[in-house]
Each structure stands twice: as structure tokens, then as C-alpha cells.
């Protein structure tokens, strides 16, 4: 049978003064009237029945999870809470665990929650093709082609072609802009959209193989008892840097569906309706003259005049100012408001 495993712990801290500490990116309204994480499993619904979603998060979010999962008729049974924040490796782990026990032909697709897709029925197509290449022993991860030299995001580096999927070079950390550059003009570079689909049988050999220490605390994972004692030992790192930088058994599988990670506002703005002149414009605002701007007012009236590449956001207690192609620096904001202990404004 085919699971997921949504992933919907972070802190959305790019998307600053929208998204606080209690009220993170997933669970906004972002690019329609539901939020981000409602979105992701409705998407993933005709492929997956709702008794086989699974959730990670954090138990800070617990009632805000429990809400969602009772809304879209998910078990709170496949609810994991994690005690602190541990990264991806963690959480992946331990459901593949509880997943392969219960089903042992299992398939799992694991996936962020806030991410945009505008295609579904592609989306889920080529979903359908990673699930049949992972039965053929391998990992797939999911490769989105670049469009622009983006600073933000890990890449793939796709190494030879086997019929209908790439084997993997490597992975990549987030490049500076000149190596972003080059990456979006070579073709065998693709964004890592932290999509994986695996079988808990081969995602748990190659933990055997690359953190056996792990490995053995895991396969010990019987019940929520034995979680709670597991998880303090457990490796706060990626499940990219654990296992997929690591492992030889990986596929890269090109996806072209309209994805974005929403990964700062500039990102928003460019899924967004535009007018004549590029802008995305809503709530109360007036302008005169703007080009490329985006603007969100919550409450107050928002007037602009010959902007160009602005981005404003607006919320009852702060104010977002900056140039569209610095968005992605909005989380050193939020960096320093801790810093300063603005925990009003966290």
C-alpha cells in the first residue's frame, strides 16, 4: 500500500511578520482559503487513502495538528509529536519504523506541508512513476528543474540517464549567487524539493549502513513508551545528510508541475495574479505608479507611490519593508528579534 508522511514542524520564519513561532507558514492561508498543510493532503488524497497520511510536528502545534487531522478525517493515531525539534531524519525514521511493521510491502512518499503545486494531476502522475521506481529498488527523490539562479534551495546533480530516471552525482548545499548561475544553465542540476518516496524495508538498510548507532535504537521502536525514551538520542540532522547524500541506491526523477517551496515572499509574489504592471495587490491599498510590488495589508490602509520590486507586509504589531530579490533574508530578521528578545513580535 502507498503512505505519506507529511512533514509539518518548521517554523516558517521567511515568511515573517505573518508567520510567528505559534502560528508558522503551514498553517496559513497563503494562496488560498485553506492553509498550506490542508492543501498538501488534499492534493495527495486520490493517491493515498487519508487512514495512510501520517503527520510529524512539533507538540507545540499539537491542537492546531489535531484540528487538521479531525477536519480531513486523518487518525490522530498518525499523529507524531515530536518532543523538540530534531530536523528531518528523526520523525522520517521513526514512522518508516511503525509503517514497516504494520505493512511490510509499504511505499511512502515524504513531504514537506507547505509547498505549492500548480499542476496536482501531473503532480500525482509522476508521483504513480516514482512509486513503480521505487519497486524496482530504489530511493526517489524528486528533482525540479531550475528556473532562476536561486540562493535558497540544495541542488542535485543528476548523473547518467536509465530508461525513465536518473541516477544521482550528488547533492548540493544552498550555492552563493555566481555557483547558482552556473547550476541554472546545466542542465544535469536540479532543485532538491525535498520530496522522497522509499520503502521503510531500504530507507531502514541504508540507516543500518550509514548510522548503525541509530539503526539499532530504532529497530528497538515498539510503542509510543519507547518513542518517548528513543527521541532525545536521536541525531538532530536532515534525512538528506543522513541518508540521500550517502546512499548509491538513489533516483532522481525530473518533476515539472508548477512546484515552489514558498520559500520567502518573493516566492508568493511570483505565483501570485499580477496586474498590467507586475504587481500583487490585496486588502486595503492604493497605488500610483508601482511596478513588481507586492503589498498585504492586514488591517490599516496601505498606500504606495512609483515603487518598483517593493515588498510590504503589514500585520497588527510589524511592519515588512524590503527589495523583492532580498526576501529570502527575512529570516536573519526573525534571527535578530530573538536576539533582542521582540518576543511580542516572534
Known sequence: MNYAIILAGG??????????????????????????????????SPLIKKENIYIASSRVYKEKINRCSRKLRIPLSNILLEPSPKNTFAPIAVLSKYIGDCDPGAVIISMPSDHFIKHTQKFLKLLNKGIEIVKRGYIVALGIPPTRPETGFGYIRAQSKINDFYLIDRFIEKPDLARAKKFVRDKRYYWNGGIFIFTPRLLLEEIKKF?????????????????????????????????????????????????????????????????????????????????????LPQKRLIATLGLDNIIIVDTKDALLVCRRDMSQGVKKIAGILKQKNFKGQL
Open 11 to 44: 517554523k516558517g520564519s521567511r515568511f515573517w511578520p505573518l508567520s510567528r513561532e505559534l502560528e508558522p507558514k503551514q498553517f496559513l492561508n497563503v494562496y488560498s482559503d485553506k492553509p498550506l498543510i490542508e492543501e498538501s493532503i488534499n492534493r495527495i
Open 211 to 295: 548510522v548503525p548507532g541509530i539503526y539499532s535504537a530504532i529497530k528497538q521502536l515498539k510503542n509510543k513508551k519507547d518513542f518517548k525514551k528513543l527521541w532525545p538520542g536521536l541525531p538532530s540532522i536532515s534525512i538528506d545528510y543522513a541518508i540521500m547524500e550517502k546512499t548509491r541506491r538513489i533516483a532522481l526523477l525530473p518533476v515539472e508541475c508548477g512546484w515552489s517551496d514558498l520559500g520567502s515572499w518573493e516566492a508568493v509574489m511570483d505565483i501570485a495574479k499580477k496586474d498590467k504592471n507586475g504587481n500583487v495587490f490585496s486588502g486595503r491599498h492604493i497605488d500610483i505608479g508601482s511596478r513588481n510590488t507586492f503589498a
